[in-house]
Protein backbone atom coordinates (compact mmCIF):
# COMPACT_ATOMS: atom_id res chain seq x y z
CA UNK A 1 0.00 0.00 0.00
CA UNK A 2 1.11 3.60 -1.08
CA UNK A 3 0.42 6.71 1.50
CA UNK A 4 -0.06 9.94 0.77
CA UNK A 5 -0.21 12.31 3.91
CA UNK A 6 -1.60 15.74 2.96
CA UNK A 7 -2.89 18.78 5.24
CA UNK A 8 0.21 19.98 7.30
CA UNK A 9 0.98 23.63 7.49
CA UNK A 10 2.27 27.07 9.72
CA UNK A 11 -0.94 27.37 12.59
CA UNK A 12 -1.24 29.40 15.42
CA UNK A 13 -1.39 28.11 19.04
CA UNK A 14 -4.92 27.03 19.82
CA UNK A 15 -5.68 26.42 16.49
CA UNK A 16 -6.72 23.29 14.22
CA UNK A 17 -5.36 21.32 11.51
CA UNK A 18 -7.11 18.21 9.87
CA UNK A 19 -4.42 15.75 8.29
CA UNK A 20 -5.50 13.25 5.92
CA UNK A 21 -3.73 10.53 4.58
CA UNK A 22 -4.98 8.63 1.30
CA UNK A 23 -3.97 4.97 0.22
CA UNK A 24 -3.65 3.37 -2.93
CA UNK A 25 -2.68 0.25 -4.78
CA UNK A 26 -4.09 -1.68 -1.90
CA UNK A 27 -6.73 -1.51 0.63
CA UNK A 28 -6.63 0.75 3.33
CA UNK A 29 -9.27 -1.11 5.32
CA UNK A 30 -7.34 -4.49 5.41
CA UNK A 31 -4.37 -2.39 8.07
CA UNK A 32 -4.27 -1.23 11.14
CA UNK A 33 -3.16 2.66 11.34
CA UNK A 34 -0.91 5.39 12.66
CA UNK A 35 -0.11 8.74 13.11
CA UNK A 36 3.90 9.18 14.14
CA UNK A 37 5.60 12.30 14.28
CA UNK A 38 9.14 13.66 14.32
CA UNK A 39 9.87 17.12 15.98
CA UNK A 40 13.31 18.42 15.12
CA UNK A 41 16.09 17.05 16.83
CA UNK A 42 13.39 14.65 19.01
CA UNK A 43 12.85 10.89 18.27
CA UNK A 44 9.98 10.12 16.05
CA UNK A 45 6.77 8.80 18.43
CA UNK A 46 3.88 7.35 17.85
CA UNK A 47 0.59 10.16 18.08
CA UNK A 48 -2.48 7.71 17.65
CA UNK A 49 -3.47 4.80 16.02
CA UNK A 50 -6.49 3.07 14.87
CA UNK A 51 -8.17 -0.73 14.46
CA UNK A 52 -8.74 -2.06 10.74
CA UNK A 53 -12.49 -1.30 11.44
CA UNK A 54 -11.97 1.92 13.37
CA UNK A 55 -13.41 0.65 16.64
CA UNK A 56 -10.25 0.72 18.43
CA UNK A 57 -8.03 3.69 19.34
CA UNK A 58 -4.66 4.79 20.91
CA UNK A 59 -3.25 7.77 21.80
CA UNK A 60 -0.26 9.10 23.18
CA UNK A 61 -0.69 11.36 26.69
CA UNK A 62 0.57 14.41 25.53
CA UNK A 63 -1.99 14.66 22.73
CA UNK A 64 -5.68 12.97 24.62
CA UNK A 65 -8.05 15.15 24.59
CA UNK A 66 -7.15 17.32 21.47
CA UNK A 67 -6.69 15.02 18.62
CA UNK A 68 -8.89 12.28 17.12
CA UNK A 69 -7.82 9.99 14.43
CA UNK A 70 -10.59 8.17 12.45
CA UNK A 71 -10.81 6.27 8.73
CA UNK A 72 -13.17 5.67 6.19
CA UNK A 73 -12.28 2.45 4.66
CA UNK A 74 -14.26 3.62 1.68
CA UNK A 75 -12.70 6.23 0.89
CA UNK A 76 -8.95 4.79 1.37
CA UNK A 77 -8.56 7.55 3.79
CA UNK A 78 -7.02 7.72 7.59
CA UNK A 79 -7.68 11.43 8.82
CA UNK A 80 -6.49 13.26 12.31
CA UNK A 81 -8.19 16.24 13.34
CA UNK A 82 -5.86 17.91 15.63
CA UNK A 83 -7.63 20.65 18.07
CA UNK A 84 -6.24 23.19 20.90
CA UNK A 85 -2.72 23.08 18.89
CA UNK A 86 0.26 23.80 21.03
CA UNK A 87 4.12 24.81 20.04
CA UNK A 88 5.11 21.49 20.95
CA UNK A 89 3.28 20.24 18.47
CA UNK A 90 5.27 21.25 15.79
CA UNK A 91 6.91 18.33 14.09
CA UNK A 92 6.41 15.96 10.98
CA UNK A 93 3.35 14.18 10.83
CA UNK A 94 3.67 10.56 9.20
CA UNK A 95 0.80 8.06 8.16
CA UNK A 96 1.55 4.88 8.43
CA UNK A 97 -0.18 1.02 8.41
CA UNK A 98 0.19 -2.37 9.29
CA UNK A 99 -1.06 -5.73 9.86
CA UNK A 100 -0.61 -5.23 13.40
CA UNK A 101 -2.15 -2.88 15.53
CA UNK A 102 0.11 -2.89 17.95
CA UNK A 103 2.88 -1.77 15.35
CA UNK A 104 0.76 -0.52 12.55
CA UNK A 105 4.35 1.28 10.51
CA UNK A 106 5.14 -1.61 7.69
CA UNK A 107 4.20 1.16 6.00
CA UNK A 108 5.11 4.67 5.33
CA UNK A 109 4.09 7.95 3.96
CA UNK A 110 6.20 10.69 2.96
CA UNK A 111 5.12 12.82 5.94
CA UNK A 112 3.05 16.48 5.84
CA UNK A 113 5.03 19.12 8.19
CA UNK A 114 2.92 21.09 11.15
CA UNK A 115 4.67 24.12 12.53
CA UNK A 116 2.61 25.95 15.75
CA UNK A 117 3.62 29.31 16.26
CA UNK A 118 3.35 30.51 20.05
Known amino acids: VQLQASGGGLVQAGGSLRLSCAAS????????AAWYRQAPGKQRELVAR????????NYADSVKGRFTISRDNAKNSLYLQMNNLKPEDTAVYYC????????????WGQGTEVTVSS
Open 50 to 57: ISTGGVST
Open 96 to 107: TAGIAYSTPNRY
Open 25 to 32: GSALGIYA
